[in-house]
């Protein structure tokens, strides 16, 4: 049955709060020690569902709002509330030792400050004298401590809070010339997004900052011109995220990954709500205010996420530099192949990213269509940290044509010698130099110039490949089209590429060639190496970056 936006919303509100009512108050109080912001979220989640009798909520709701209220209050109480203090305005970001002794952080007001603008307003008629006195006190402190009043310089997810947090604080306290700077920065990230593109690219935890502050001051603007240009900025964020969608998977390369984000897509509660194509999981590994606030994507924008019977090959220019100002033109080269079923892609160049985090090339699958980990992809590490499946090192060089991916390491003599490897859960079968596999609608083809070892876990494969000088192909061939090769399982589609594997070999000058002909009979040559520049060809004619385009 087909559900709609505000039915997807009151279906997390009413799972988090069960989870919220369940979960014991710690002996401080808390429900949460590691993230305060935690507490305020899973606290506003009982709120709502005890106030509103219209979401499925069997407890008692009286017992319920006087938890999230009890919560509240305590959270507001870690503000630091002193005018003259160097933390004013702040919270502390984790609890520990004890709250009180926790120190201040920047980071829990930038994001809950402004949500709190919105709880207070939209549910304020609902709340006891104490809990709405306490937070309109807090509310004022946040505007007094002016954490927003920070220039716009490298356009990241830090300023698009400051931008949303000086319009929602500008008209809440009739701050006209605050409200104006939130504006004239509202138009410059506008200009800057639509013509150098975005520089976090696929940053989730960051991504839905940005969606989350800018959809809080749409949703609490008064002045309807400023609410449409905050529109037009709300419909290119989700036109982007539509781009780099595929069933809940957050396809291509990524300027910073955690754990829920990969080598598993888990931070989907606002992909849920807003598309709804796949089954909402389990685990919810951060709430925020996917619950509470939404800006429906268009129906062009929802056409390109949903509507994917067309393979799409897209080239995009990113930003260059997350800790500089960014210059005008200089960029980075990022390449996804989608199609119905899969996408294959990642980013040219390799960038240092914020804490190392950036992730190179993958293979893409909707989350419906395997079990555990919906990624594969190989990496060289930058440091080993057992089941750690990030930070990767820069000792790597990509190639990239529609299905396939090559990618080949050179590793110096003191760094590990070895690469990693994640594939899903599917029917797969070994070789001495490749594995083949089904998952879900697709098979995969993976040919490593090295031996390698694979251990399968709860919800993937891992593997291992040693050696100093390396490459991995991927080929994603879709079931249909593997059919029409006469290959209807993973073992014929083994016979078939058997002897079509790629050519791995050392030039004179030390470069590494890796040849290989891919299942639609484009051939694909890519060599790397000390010497000098990757060279890249389909067919004989070099790889050009001349069609790629921000947007």
């Not at 007001?109 to 937070?135: C, H, I, N, P, W």
């Not at 089209?481 to 014929?492: I, K, N, P, Q, R």
């Amino acid at each position: 049955m087909t559900t709609s936006l505000q039915q997807r919303q009151d279906e997390l509100t009413a799972r988090i709060a069960a989870a919220a009512f369940h979960k014991p108050e710690l002996s401080h109080g808390y429900l949460f020690e590691n993230d305060i912001r935690d507490n305020f979220y899973y606290a506003s989640y009982l709120f709502a569902a005890a106030v509103n009798p219209a979401i499925a909520f069997d407890v008692d709701r009286k017992e319920a709002k006087e938890k999230a209220e009890r919560v509240l209050i305590r959270v507001i109480a870690l503000q630091d509330q002193q005018p003259a203090s160097s933390t004013y305005s702040h919270w502390p970001l984790n609890l520990r030792p004890t709250p009180q002794e926790a120190s201040k952080n920047t980071l829990p007001v930038e994001l809950m400050g402004s949500l709190m603008v919105y709880f207070t307003d939209r549910y304020a008629q609902q709340m006891s004298g104490e809990l709405k006195d306490t937070m309109e006190q807090a509310l004022f402190h946040v505007y007094r401590g002016h954490f927003y009043r920070k220039p716009m310089d490298h356009y990241n997810h830090h300023e698009a809070k400051y931008t949303a947090a000086k319009l929602i604080f500008g008209q809440r306290y009739q701050d006209s010339a605050l409200f104006e700077d939130g504006l004239q920065s509202l138009r410059a990230t506008y200009r800057h997004v639509t013509t150098e593109g975005m520089p976090e690219y696929g940053a989730l935890p960051w991504f839905w900052h940005w969606v989350q502050a800018y959809t809080c001051a749409w949703t609490l603007m008064q002045d309807q011109a400023v609410r449409k240009e905050l529109g037009h900025l709300l419909d290119w964020l989700w036109q982007y995220r539509a781009t780099y969608y595929l069933g809940g998977a957050w396809v291509g390369p990524h300027s910073r990954i955690w754990p829920h984000d990969m080598p598993q897509d888990t931070n989907v509660l606002h992909d849920y709500v807003q598309f709804g194509d796949f089954t909402l999981p389990e685990a919810m590994p951060r709430t925020e205010y996917a619950g509470f606030l939404v800006y429906e994507a268009n129906a062009a924008t929802r056409q390109l996420a949903l509507e994917r019977q067309e393979a799409l090959e897209i080239r995009r220019l990113v930003p260059k530099g997350h800790d500089s100002r960014h210059l005008p033109g200089d960029h980075l080269h990022s390449y996804v192949y989608r199609t119905e079923h899969a996408a294959v892609g990642g980013i040219y160049e390799r960038i240092r990213e914020f804490d190392n985090e950036q992730h190179r090339w993958d293979v893409a699958l909707p989350l419906d269509s395997v079990q555990g980990v919906n990624h594969a992809y190989f990496f060289h590490p930058d440091q080993e940290a057992p089941g750690d499946y990030r930070h990767q090192s820069e000792y790597s060089e990509v190639c990239f044509h529609r299905g396939t991916v090559m990618a080949s390491y050179d590793i110096p003599a003191d760094k590990p010698a070895y690469i990693k490897g994640c594939l899903p859960l599917g029917e797969w079968t070994e070789r001495e130099s490749a594995i083949f596999g089904r998952c879900g609608n697709v098979y995969l083809a993976v040919f490593l110039m090295q031996p390698y070892t694979c251990e399968v876990l709860a919800d993937r494969r891992a593997l291992r490949s040693e050696g100093s000088r390396n490459a991995v192909v991927v080929e994603v061939i879709d079931a249909g089209a593997a059919s029409a090769l006469g290959t209807d399982s993973v073992e014929a589609l083994a016979a078939y590429l058997q002897d079509r594997q790629p050519q791995f070999s050392l030039t004179a000058e030390d470069q590494l060639n890796i040849v290989y002909t891919d299942t639609s009979g484009d051939t694909i040559v890519f060599e790397s190496g000390p010497s000098s520049a990757p060279q890249r060809s389909i067919n004989g004619i070099a790889v050009s970056f001349e069609a790629y385009t921000v947007a």
